[in-house]
């Protein structure tokens, strides 16, 4: 029973450019949650998803940064002109039901802007 | 006030004795509460979930609520050098946001031995 599958586990980017994460739920899971953890620095959340809707999205910085959850296909974030302060690792977890379940975590994707 | 709140330590504990981790929440209403253990650049690591006031077991882990008091505790039996981690103490928003986990700052373990 595969976990939560996020890809790629390590991207490199350089100031200007655009980042695409990718996140595959568990099997059964429908609610998609975004974190991003910045150096020595707590876990924040950023989006919460379910297929086709974006159910909250105030941890989201208003500009540059998006999220999906398409009917078919994993959830995207996307980040666009990237600069050297979204460097981070961004997590995404999936829970099976509403928010207030149980939340398991992907093993992440870490981002470094050059 | 954050609305989630861990020591940050480190706690180190010596092998075999008890660690005990706290946490409060600033949200009178919340119902569910989670713990996660990160290992250094891995991560999150569900190990516990609770719902209602007293204790849960599981393992060498014990989980303690006290909703009257905001107050939500860990703690970890026999420890052993593999628990040294940082511990994320977890809580979910309000009804209209329950998804948006508010995570503490983490409470950093190390087990000498």
């Known amino acids: 029973n595969a976990g939560v599958m996020q890809n790629p586990r390590h991207l490199v980017r350089r100031r200007g450019q655009e980042a695409r994460l990718r996140c595959s739920p568990m099997?059964?899971?429908?609610?998609v949650y975004w974190y991003r953890q910045l150096p020595e620095e707590g876990l924040k959340f950023m989006v919460y998803?379910?297929?086709?809707?974006?159910?909250?999205e105030s941890g989201m910085p208003k500009e540059r940064f998006s999220a999906e959850f398409p009917k078919e296909g994993p959830s995207i974030l996307r980040i666009q002109q990237v600069v050297r302060g979204d460097s981070a690792a961004y997590f995404c977890?999936?829970?099976?039901?509403?928010?207030?379940?149980?939340?398991?975590f992907g093993p992440g994707t870490r981002l470094t802007v050059l | 006030q954050k609305e989630v709140e861990q020591n940050s330590g480190p706690l180190s504990v010596p092998e075999g004795a008890i660690a005990s981790l706290n946490c409060t929440y600033s949200?009178?209403?919340?119902?569910?509460f989670f713990w996660y253990r990160q290992y250094s650049g891995k991560s999150p690591e569900l190990i516990m979930s609770?719902?209602?006031?007293g204790d849960k077991e599981d393992g060498r882990f014990t989980a303690q609520l006290n909703k009257a008091s905001q107050y939500v505790s860990l703690l970890i039996r026999d420890s052993q050098p593999s628990d040294s981690a940082t511990y994320l103490c977890?809580?979910?928003?309000?009804?209209?946001?329950?998804?948006?986990?508010?995570f503490g700052a983490g409470t950093q373990v190390v087990v000498t031995p």
């Open positions: 609770i719902y209602s006031n």
């Open positions: 977890a809580v979910p928003g309000r009804r209209d946001s329950w998804g948006k986990f508010q």
């Open positions: 949200d009178r209403v919340s119902q569910s």
């Open positions: 977890a999936s829970s099976p039901t509403s928010g207030s379940d149980e939340q398991f």
């Open positions: 998803l379910q297929k086709e809707n974006i159910i909250d």
């Open positions: 099997k059964g899971h429908s609610h």
